[in-house]
C-alpha cells in the first residue's frame, strides 16, 4: 500500500540559496536511486519563500523505509535541520480520495 508523507519546514532566510542547494542535491539522488519512491515534490510557498512543503508517495513501507535509510538522507537531514529554526516533522497521510492525470500515473 502507498504511504503518503508530507514535510512542512521553514528555513532561515540567509540560509535559503544553501537550502535550495541541499533540497536539489537529495531529489537527485532520490530520481538516480529510488525507483519506488512515486514522487518527491518540494514545494516553495509564494508569500513566504523560507517555507517549503515536501510532498512524497512512496510505493510501500518498505520503499519509505529504504529511503530513511539511505546515507544520502540521513546527510540531507542532518544539513537541513541546521538550516531551519524549528525541527521538521512528518505529518503521515492517507489518501482519502483523488482525481486527475497526476493521479493515475502514479498508480
Do not use: W
Request: include cysteine; glycine fraction near 0%; charged fraction near 30%.
Amino acid at each position: 500500500m502507498k504511504e503518503y508523507v508530507m514535510i512542512p519546514f521553514q528555513v532561515h532566510k540567509d540560509k535559503l540559496e544553501e537550502a535550495k542547494q541541499v533540497i536539489n542535491e537529495l531529489i537527485s539522488n532520490v530520481r538516480k536511486k529510488e525507483p519506488r519512491t512515486l514522487l518527491y515534490k518540494s514545494l516553495q510557498l509564494k508569500k513566504d519563500p523560507t517555507s517549503f512543503i515536501h510532498f512524497i508517495i512512496f510505493t510501500d513501507s518498505d520503499s519509505h523505509m529504504d529511503h530513511r535509510r539511505a546515507n544520502y538522507v540521513v546527510e540531507f537531514v542532518k544539513k537541513l535541520y541546521s538550516l531551519c529554526p524549528d525541527e521538521p516533522f512528518p505529518i503521515f497521510l492517507e489518501n482519502f480520495d483523488s482525481c486527475g492525470l497526476a493521479d493515475t500515473a502514479l498508480e
